[in-house]
């Protein structure tokens, strides 16, 4: 069956958005990603404008993150108050990055940057993930893992002020670190005009060393409030959601990410760490043949960035 | 059912009104001599664009004299149109590049002819009606493009872009002819693609012989948005602050909605 999107302009067979929504929804629930860049990609292929398949994704992701977000506070997977911390971090970041944005237009590169930045973080983000965790998948096999390494950076660290106990996730971090790292993802996923889950799950994993499951619930939670503001500011400014699309994905959606937060529970971190790279990579890998493959079409709709 | 045009008759005075009668009436014996007449109906004149619209079909049917070769144009208003060009960043990534303005460009433009538009019409008939690719590439003004080389390259990757999407269509094989009682009666059906948007479309059919137009015809399709398309997307375009809320609101009360269906169906616990 088809139904007429009124913003996008077209038309579309219902099945397609429900399953590519149940599929990232999945994605969501299992790892807490958004899935923006997965999906604003095959909208695009579908025929959706580009500047309608992205704020009408942020919607999708309004309901998903939420459904997976309620899966994982019931099960006791989400930090709320990491989760705040990042927020704020992740709003001031999203400030400047669309600064960056506009020097970028006015340089007239902007493109190549975005595009550049895209692969870099993705390629360095996803080959880490997938090295660290097999290694210590190997490890431990083997022995439990040496009690204590601390560098130099981890003993400065604490010296930090505003020290805080973020019981959910068993660690101890100064309140600025996550603020500071919120901010960073902030600016580059405002560069990229993503949401930034990709780029969260391995700072909260990696630097804030919180456990893979309470990073997974965590990030959910803070893109829930990211993609409720996206989308108010596309509705608001752009007139770009298409409200029917949205629906049709987030059928789909809501019921993938409770499907993965139940999927989630039954596999190891680390097992979480290795499919979540592997997905990485291989997005990193079409975006490289993207750019070195000759497209079909020389000409596509103007919008975005 | 419409036919050639005819001009107004206009004016209160008495003199005006007998000027008036007198051109008419030379108008009709000159028209009689080049043709009979031209006729042309649309079936689905009117497209509405609702909830499950997928596109349409519109007929175009009408009588012409034996022995004419036909063309129908349908074709959107003139407007212009902003792309985004791609091209090869340091030789190497292909990503985009700037952003081109075509000018005086129809969103939608079909030409359906007996034969060839080549074979049946010149070109300065082709230029002067706007028919066909190679008159559209001098109607269509493109911006910035430093030499004819790179305007004709532009143009026809404009011309692949709007065939990809079923918005531009040249054929010589959809128009089928009958003829009866010294008339020739002629037919065309073709697909309305769903991508093309609310508008009015013009639709002329044009009697050709000796590579002249001799006659024309025109009527119009409309495709409009009703029910719940027209409400949504006008609400988008004008109403975005309340649009945005209950987009959110909507997506929120999904999502809660699934996790509490979850929850009493035991699925996570």
Same mark, same amino acid.
């Given at each position: 069956m088809y139904l007429y999107l009124p913003v996008a302009l077209t038309s579309i067979n219902i099945i397609i958005p429900i399953g590519l929504g149940l599929v990232v929804g999945l994605l969501s629930g299992l790892f807490?990603?958004?899935g923006g860049f997965l999906m604003t990609p095959l909208l695009i292929m579908l025929g959706i404008p580009a500047t309608v398949a992205a704020a009408t994704d942020s919607n999708q992701i309004v309901a998903a993150s939420t459904s997976g977000t309620y899966a994982h506070w019931k099960i006791g997977n989400v930090d709320f108050k990491m989760g705040f911390h990042l927020l704020i971090g992740g709003f001031i970041g999203g400030l400047f990055g669309v600064q960056a944005i506009k020097i970028l237009v006015a340089m007239g590169n902007a493109d190549f940057v975005i595009k550049m930045t895209y692969v870099l973080m993705l390629g360095i983000i996803g080959a880490y993930m997938l090295v660290e965790s097999l290694n210590s998948m190997k490890k431990n096999k083997v022995e439990d893992a040496k009690p204590e390494k601390e560098s130099g950076v981890a003993r400065l660290l604490k010296? /930090?002020?505003?020290?805080?106990?973020?019981e959910k996730s068993g660690v101890i971090h100064s309140a600025l670190m996550p603020i500071v790292l919120g901010g960073f993802v902030g600016v580059l996923a405002a560069i990229m005009g993503v949401g930034g889950g990709f780029l969260m799950v391995p700072v909260m994993v990696y630097? /804030?060393?919180?456990?893979m499951h309470v990073v997974v619930g965590t990030s959910l939670f803070q893109i829930l409030f990211n993609s409720i503001e996206v989308t108010f500011l596309q509705a608001y400014t752009n007139h770009n959601v298409d409200f029917m699309l949205a629906v049709l994905l987030l059928l789909g959606s809501t019921i993938g990410a409770q499907v993965g937060a139940v999927f989630g529970r039954k596999l190891k971190g680390e097992q979480l760490k290795v499919i979540l790279a592997v997905i990485v990579l291989v997005v990193t890998v079409k975006i490289i043949f993207e750019l070195t493959m000759a497209p079909s079409l020389l000409l596509s709709q103007a919008g975005g960035h | 059912m419409r036919k050639a045009q005819k001009p107004e008759v206009r004016g209160q005075k008495l003199t005006c009104f007998f000027i008036a009668v007198a051109a008419l009436l030379g108008f009709i014996a000159f028209g009689s001599n080049v043709s009979a007449e031209l006729t042309i109906n649309a079936n689905h004149s009117h497209i509405t664009i609702d909830l499950f619209y997928n596109g349409s079909t519109v007929s175009v049917s009408g009588l012409s004299d034996a022995g004419t070769d036909l063309i129908i144009k349908i074709a959107a208003k003139d407007g212009h149109e902003m792309l985004k060009q791609k091209g090869k960043a340091a030789g190497l990534l292909w990503m985009n590049m700037g952003t081109l303005k075509f000018e005086h460009a129809p969103n939608l433009y079909f030409i359906h002819s007996t034969k060839k538009i080549d074979d049946i019409l010149s070109m300065e008939e082709m230029n002067n009606y706007v028919i066909g690719y190679s008159a559209l590439s001098k109607h269509i003004e493109i911006a910035p493009v430093t030499n004819d080389e790179e305007r004709t390259r532009w143009f026809s990757e404009f011309i692949r872009y709007k065939e990809a999407s079923n918005l531009y269509v040249v054929s010589s094989e959809q128009i089928k002819t009958t003829n009866e009682n010294g008339k020739q009666k002629y037919y065309m059906k073709t697909d309305w693609p769903y991508?093309?948007?609310?508008g009015e479309y013009l639709v002329t059919v044009y009697a050709v012989k000796d590579k002249k137009i001799i006659e024309k015809a025109e009527t119009k399709v409309l495709v409009e948005q009703v029910g719940i398309i027209k409400m949504l997307s006008g609400m988008a375009a004008n109403n975005g602050t309340m649009y945005g809320i209950i987009s959110i609101a909507v997506a929120l009360g999904a999502g809660f909605g699934v996790g509490m269906v979850f929850r009493k169906g035991g699925g996570a616990h």
């Open positions: 807490g990603v958004g010296f /930090l002020p505003l020290q805080t106990h973020y630097i /804030l060393r919180m456990p | 991508q093309a948007p609310p």
